[in-house]
């Protein structure tokens, strides 16, 4: 049968992996590659029309282009020791203003071309952010290869969060800063992670070395710096030489940009927006709730994870634990809800969402505490969090690019919690089983020991 034959091909490919775990590495890179290929081509081809749009009105692509076409090959050393090609901007971004003008003196107006470029660097993106969760994950063998193509999925598909920053960024070609700064700065983790695990001074001036290439980029780089002192803590647990160089290239560099630039383009950090988008990034739907006054969300969802845990660590039945978690849902509803609709907008499918999603989110934070020794969850949180200070003044859609990646990873590592957590409610199962077992054995042996009694008793 045809069917026999297909499983047996199956099998012998799965077999092939199973004794070659580098072509099972190699076999997710490939598909994490084609997954960022597939999702963002339709946005890779900017018309000829839209540039002349562009062009005529004074924006980024204007400036970005013209600046770029009246430069000369002999501006390119000032880019390292001044400004960027920017007019009215002062940022320092050599390598950015240097990939400009180099694209401009090869594709002229073909901004398609440019969109392209991006295009690959973003699909190259996707590879390292696989190869750094393989590395993250490593602990976890096999397991590891579908966590990381998890964090890639949630990266790069329309599924992610933030995929709106993926498609504006491989759209519109002056975000590519913030996609080949992410380049760097996940080869920086990379080789930083594999250092740790295998010392290599190679790995390490390699990863000082894309840390200094990020910054020349964007000032977006400036936050692998606490990356890379929280990951070698999470590995080490103590402070290193290599702590030290990444705070000392980091202060240098900033000391330098603060040189050579006199009124640096910047936004200031403390303003009400930007608290309330620093409490909005951080806080999630708890802040969401609470600014609208919907706390009884938060409680409910706090007391449902409160009566599960305490539920499965008495080993109720889960058909006690889902009634009593419904009740205290529908009460918290009716009770701590301001409005008149009380218990009964819980049959509305947007009310019933967003108690889910509040369970999820308080049951992610409670896995990564939980499992913090296990999984790195707790710096894939804390770096999670962290990449959002520095695009905190802004509002444009690709500033969340790092953020895409990050969030990926954190989906990842919730899935491998969830992993333990199941592990644990088994565990949990079969020593109730146990038990139960055990004290029926124990119920039955006196009536035994009696029946024994009466036969050796009993004439033969």
């Not at 339709?42 to 980024?60: G, H, K, M, N, Y």
């Not at 990939?99 to 392209?116: K, P």
């Not at 080993?315 to 009380?342: F, K, N, P, T, Y």
């Not at 819980?346 to 020794?373: C, F, N, S």
Request: net charge positive; proline share 5%; glycine share 8%.
């Amino acid at each position: 049968m045809w069917q026999t034959r297909v499983m047996r091909s199956l099998g012998a490919v799965c077999a092939c992996f199973d004794r070659n775990p580098r072509l099972m590495a190699a076999g997710g890179v490939l598909a994490a590659l084609l997954l960022a290929l597939w999702h963002t081509a339709p946005f890779v081809r900017f018309s000829p029309e839209t540039a002349q749009i562009e062009l005529s009105r004074p924006a980024d692509i204007h400036h970005l282009y013209r600046a770029a076409q009246n430069a000369r090959w002999s501006d390119i050393p000032g880019w390292w020791v001044g400004p960027w090609n920017y007019p009215g901007f002062e940022f320092y971004r050599p390598l950015t203003s240097t990939l400009f003008f180099l694209q401009q003196r090869a594709f002229d107006l073909n901004f398609t071309a440019y969109n392209l470029l991006t295009w690959l660097a973003h699909s190259l993106n996707a590879a390292l952010l696989y190869a750094l969760c393989l590395s993250l994950f490593q602990h976890r063998k096999k397991a590891s290869i579908l966590f990381a193509m998890i964090a890639v999925y949630f990266f790069t598909t329309p599924a992610g969060l933030f995929f709106f920053s993926v498609e504006r960024s491989v759209a519109w070609w002056p975000a590519q800063n913030d996609v080949f700064g992410l380049t760097s700065g996940l080869l920086c983790l990379l080789l930083l992670d594999r250092h740790l695990r295998q010392p290599d001074r190679r790995s390490a001036v390699g990863a000082l070395l894309c840390f200094a290439v990020s910054l020349c980029f964007k000032e977006m780089g400036y936050i692998l710096a606490p990356l890379a002192v929280a990951l070698i803590w999470h590995r080490r647990c103590r402070v290193t030489r290599l702590t030290w160089a990444f705070a000392a290239l980091g202060g240098g560099f900033w000391l330098f940009r603060s040189l050579v630039l006199t009124h640096p383009a910047e936004l200031p950090m403390w303003r009400a927006s930007v608290l309330q988008k620093l409490l909005l990034s951080w806080g999630g739907p708890v802040y969401l709730e609470m600014r609208t006054g919907n706390l009884w969300v938060v409680a409910a969802a706090a007391m449902v994870l409160a009566v599960c845990a305490f539920g499965l660590w008495r080993r109720w039945r889960g058909g006690w634990i889902a009634g009593l978690s419904a009740g205290i849902v529908a009460a918290c509803a009716q009770w701590l809800d301001s409005g008149e609709a009380g218990w009964a907008q819980l049959l509305e499918p947007q009310t019933l969402a967003r108690v889910y999603g509040m369970l999820l989110y308080l049951l992610g934070i409670a896995l990564l505490a939980r499992y913090r020794r296990q999984e790195p969850g707790l710096w894939i949180g804390g770096c999670y969090l962290l990449v959002f200070l520095p695009i905190l003044p802004y509002s444009n859609l690709h500033y969340h690019y790092w953020s895409g990646a990050f969030y990926g990873m954190v989906v990842a590592v919730f899935c491998a919690c969830l992993g333990h957590l199941a592990q644990e409610i088994r565990a949990l199962h079969l020593q109730g089983a146990r038990v139960s077992e055990g004290d029926s054995a124990a119920a039955l042996r006196p009536a035994a020991q009696g029946l024994s009694a009466m036969e050796r008793a009993s004439p033969r």
